[in-house]
């Protein structure tokens, strides 16, 4: 099992910048893929994008091409979601997850999740 902690999220203000982490501990080789999902307050959960085990390969959904971008940092097993340009339509509860599977998408597919990192962009 790979246990994994989000964090940095915060209240902003649109146009602002976050990075948030995604800390994996446990069996952390058993996770090929790890990912960002967000939920927003009574919507669904939202794959955003996701990395392979050792960074070579990533996605980001079309829609948030050039304003969020995913990285990692192996040697700290740490999992970033760079988000630039926050719009309030972005406010939502973000989770990273983890599955054994390369190139994951499907949220069924994943295994393992964070508690979540609140997001709220507001002026």
């Known amino acids: 099992q790979v246990h994994l902690v989000e964090s940095g999220g915060g209240l902003v203000q649109p146009g602002d910048s976050l990075r948030l982490s995604c800390a994996a501990s446990?069996?952390?080789?058993?996770?090929?893929?790890i990912a960002w999902f967000r939920q927003a307050h009574g919507k669904g959960r939202e794959f955003l994008g996701g990395i392979n085990n050792d960074g070579t390969a990533r996605n980001t959904v079309d829609s948030l091409k050039g304003r969020f971008a995913i990285s990692r940092d192996n040697a700290k097993n740490i999992v970033y979601l760079q988000m630039n340009n926050l719009q309030p339509e972005d406010t939502a509860l973000y989770y990273c997850?983890?599955?054994?599977?390369?190139?994951?998408?499907?949220?069924?597919?994943?295994?393992?999740w964070g508690q979540g990192t609140q997001v709220t962009v507001s002026s």
């Open positions: 446990g069996r952390t080789l058993s996770a090929n893929t």
């Open positions: 997850a983890a599955a054994s599977r390369a190139g994951a998408i499907a949220e069924e597919l994943f295994s393992s």
